[in-house]
């Protein structure tokens, strides 16, 4: 007991002395959504949601190795043959991507209808899942089947935050992203803003889209010319492996260092016009 006030005279210093150095508080930094990551929204975009990451890549793969098979057995050439199977392999990846930019485009031009079809059942009373489940029949037809999986994991489970999630993960939209999250927030805080905020939204999304299409058909003549500038070299190299003497030269080593330059020039310059010509893309910043 004669130990006791000293101890506590001595843990009341120390305490002291400690709050002149308080902790750093560690800064948690977004992660950055990698290249599979990037692949899957694509994927989820594209409205090709059956196949996965690894099919699609699995797919990619099998048709370069095909490819070049294919190519050594007619040009028996090497670097040719490699060349050909790697702009097959990308080819599946190319067609997703494209796939998903056109959706958006079309998608795009629905979201502030479907905005409106929830800010009019909000006003009509209806609680937000049925909000969202009539949009299964009452909405866009390209986003029905979205929503009637909603309806059906919402009677299933009756867990509105796991179905939102579930809504999200298989729509994989930027402006679903915000959307979403504005429904989660007014069902977990309540509020009587919900209905202007969106009306504020669907007025946000048809100006952004109205001026998103005239910047987009300005600029697609230099998309198209920058895809042509960029196949017209190897449609030219493979109208020329039609004919035997013409590949002899890409055997030697010369011959790789000059397709190994062209694809690098090709794709440098490629790049360079579409990060010229090309509209920034929304992130999806509360995937």
């Known amino acids: 007991m004669t130990l006791l006030p000293p101890l506590l005279l001595a843990l009341g210093l120390f305490c002291i002395w400690w709050s002149f150095w308080p902790r750093e508080e560690r800064v948690v930094k977004p992660s950055t959504p990698t290249w599979r990551d990037k692949l899957s929204d694509a994927i989820a975009q594209s409205g090709l949601g059956s196949i996965s990451t690894n099919q699609l890549l699995a797919v990619s793969l099998g048709l370069g190795v095909l490819v070049f098979l294919l190519a050594m057995a007619s040009t028996s050439v ?22 998903a930019r056109r959706r958006r485009t079309q998608m795009r031009e629905l979201w502030p209808d479907v905005v409106d079809h929830i800010a009019s059942a909000v006003r009509a009373g ?29 009677r299933a489970t009756g867990n ?86 013409s590949l002899q030269a890409y055997q030697k080593p010369t011959g790789v260092v000059v397709l190994i330059v062209g694809a690098a020039v090709s794709m440098v310059a490629y790049r360079i016009m579409r990060q010229i010509g090309r509209l920034p893309d929304e992130a999806r910043v509360m995937r």
């Open 78 to 99: 090497v670097p040719i043959s490699f060349a050909f199977a790697l702009i097959s392999g990308y080819a599946p990846i190319a067609f997703v991507r494209g796939r």
């Open 126 to 154: 209806m609680a937000l899942p049925e909000s969202l489940s009539q949009l299964s029949v009452r909405g866009p037809e390209e986003l029905r089947p979205a929503f009637l999986e909603f309806a059906h994991d919402y």
């Open 160 to 245: 509105f935050q796991s179905s939102l999630d579930a809504l999200k993960l298989r729509l994989s939209d930027p402006v679903a992203d915000r959307l979403i999250e504005s429904l989660r927030i007014a069902r977990e805080v309540g509020g009587t803003d919900l209905g202007r905020l969106l009306r504020t939204l669907s007025s946000f999304l048809r100006d952004d889209g109205r001026t998103r299409s005239e910047l987009e058909a300005r600029q697609s003549w230099t998309v198209n010319a920058a895809r042509l500038a960029l196949a017209a070299p190897w449609i030219v190299l493979a109208m020329l492996a039609t004919r035997g003497t």
